[in-house]
């Protein structure tokens, strides 16, 4: 029972271009969502969060968008660098509990 | 400051012997959580630790996974006897706050591989 579902495994942007990673949620009780970044052989870190009050917030070149109607989230990166490419992570939180999706990797080409 | 600590980094084991994982969460914060990464299901909750307190394990997988926290700076997860299905990589990440956003704090991890 997936709560939080990333579908796209990987994503492939050009430098300077936006990346927008999607994340699908079934659980109308999760209070914030968030975002983490992954490199290789390092643990998760946080990126930037929304609460389910809000519709969007933005941190720099990061903005998180939700649409609880169609129980989504998106984060756009803009512009892409190369440094951005690594796995990132969209997550629920519910309770005392945080629920991650499977992950989608992306490549930011020079 | 230091992050979160884990031990080992990583582990090679043989089916049937037992495995020990560490962690040391950021000082200060009271929640503690365990996480396990694979491929095909990404991060899963395995338990989470209030307080010193088990809250929720129903996340771990069956009775050969188990897991304490004896004091606010030290946790393990056992896995007696291992199994090759077990081989992932094991995150611990500490949390500290009333209302809880999901911002948690992660280990480096520790890769397990049970030959």
């Known amino acids: 029972d997936q709560q939080v579902k990333q579908n796209s495994p990987s994503l492939s942007v050009q430098e300077g271009r936006i990346s927008i990673l999607n994340c699908d949620y079934t659980?109308?009780?999760?209070?914030?969502f968030l975002w983490y970044k992954k490199y290789p052989a390092e643990g998760p870190t946080f990126l930037i969060s929304i609460s389910s009050i809000k519709d969007k917030n933005e941190d720099g070149r990061f903005t998180v968008f939700l649409n609880k109607s169609a129980k989504h989230l998106s984060l756009h990166i803009v512009p892409s660098q190369p440094g951005d490419s690594a796995v990132y992570f969209c997550a629920a939180t519910g309770g005392f509990k945080t629920i991650f999706g499977a992950g989608t990797r992306l490549f930011v080409k020079a | 400051d230091a992050g979160v600590i884990q031990s080992p980094r990583h582990e090679v084991t043989e089916m049937g012997q037992e495995v020990t994982l560490r962690c040391k969460p950021i000082s200060g914060h009271n929640s503690l959580f365990w996480y396990r990464q694979t491929m095909m299901r990404g991060l899963e909750l395995l338990i989470y630790f209030n307080n010193n307190v088990p809250i929720d394990d129903s996340g771990m997988p069956e009775d050969r996974f188990s897991a304490k926290m004896p004091n606010a700076s030290f946790s393990t997860l056992k896995i007696q006897p291992s199994e090759p299905r077990d081989s992932a990589v094991y995150f611990c990440?500490?949390?500290?706050?009333?209302?809880?956003?999901?911002?948690?704090?992660f280990g480096e991890g520790s890769r397990l591989t049970v030959l």
């Open positions: 990440a500490s949390s500290f706050g009333g209302e809880h956003t999901g911002e948690l704090f």
């Open positions: 659980n109308s009780m999760f209070d914030y």
